[in-house]
């Protein structure tokens, strides 16, 4: 049903590498996300949360670089207690990224420069890259004319990247950092998930959102959401997690023992932005796109 759709928005729709070191850990935590070209000028849609991801790597450098001088300050007489106590005062625990490092997967080897502009409501943002090359893409999306087309029981797709397999990276012990390397597996595979409309979501008497009764996948954040035709109704931003009230405590057989299974379910129910919001935002920065 959605092989030409998928083909289709495929050529338009790019990765976004994360690499994320932790407090105390020289373990990499590889991420991903997604970004979809809207014209041949540069723009790109993706979610706020996204962005804000992509620019966090020079605040927690940043951050890095003042507790590390705070530590030097103080060389020769560190306690315990003392490192505790900056680490407090940068806000350092385990579970505080102390390197992040973000890249495009895509444009070559080059710098690539971009600037953005964030929806002050809603989980958009615009990415204006100012070296882009029709070499990175050049099919780009068509959406709907009239957004109340749009109704629960119709079936949508969504298209990202929600499995980091790429394993290019590396902690450098000698100068205590990660880093992308030249080997390893460079591998990001795109990954289709398809799900009905259950609900419109409104708030304020505004139609922002729509839900889905499958999952959005982590990585798949920013990327379109789009019919058979390959049009595109939305874009991924969110999981809701429903309470089912099913609540199981029940002992069973397995393997010849007796176990007690818990079960506390939840329907995973995927939020994607409507397509009104988009164009509504495209529009307001002078952003070209088609519909029809």
């Not at 759709?5 to 850990?25: M, N, Q």
């Not at 889905?212 to 379109?224: I, K």
Request: hydrophobic fraction near 40%; include cysteine; glycine fraction near 8%.
């Amino acid at each position: 049903m959605f092989v030409d759709a998928i083909r289709h928005v495929a050529e338009f729709t790019r990765p976004i590498l994360f690499l994320t070191r932790y407090y105390g850990s020289k373990e990499i935590q590889p991420g991903l996300a997604t970004l979809f070209f809207v014209n041949a000028d540069g723009w790109a849609l993706t979610c706020r949360h996204v962005l804000r991801e992509i620019v966090a790597e020079q605040p927690i450098a940043n951050r890095r670089i003042a507790f590390e001088k705070d530590l030097a300050a103080v060389k020769g007489k560190l306690s315990h207690g003392m490192r505790k106590k900056i680490e407090a005062k940068h806000g350092l625990n385990s579970a505080a990224a102390f390197e992040h490092k973000a890249k495009f997967g895509f444009g070559g080897a080059g710098q690539i420069n971009f600037s953005w502009q964030l929806h002050p409501t809603h989980d958009v943002a615009l990415l204006k890259f100012t070296n882009f090359s029709s070499t990175w893409c050049s099919t780009f999306p068509t959406f709907p004319l009239n957004g109340s087309d749009l109704q629960p029981g119709k079936t949508i797709c969504r298209l990202g990247y929600p499995f980091p397999e790429f394993t290019n990276f590396a902690y450098d012990s000698t100068a205590d950092t990660i880093l992308w390397t030249t080997t390893g597996s460079t591998n990001v595979p795109r990954f289709p998930i398809d799900g009905m409309v259950s609900r419109l979501v409104v708030d304020a008497g505004q139609l922002h959102a729509f839900e889905l009764t499958t999952p959005d996948l982590r990585g798949q954040s920013g990327g379109a959401a789009f019919d058979h035709d390959g049009k595109i109704w939305g874009m991924q931003s969110q999981t809701c997690h429903l309470d089912l009230n099913f609540d199981i405590e029940q002992d069973v057989l397995r393997g010849g023992e007796k176990k007690k299974i818990t079960s506390y379910p939840f329907l995973h129910a995927g939020r994607c932005v409507h397509l009104n919001i988009l164009k509504d935002f495209m529009r307001q920065h002078n952003v070209a796109f088609t519909e029809t």
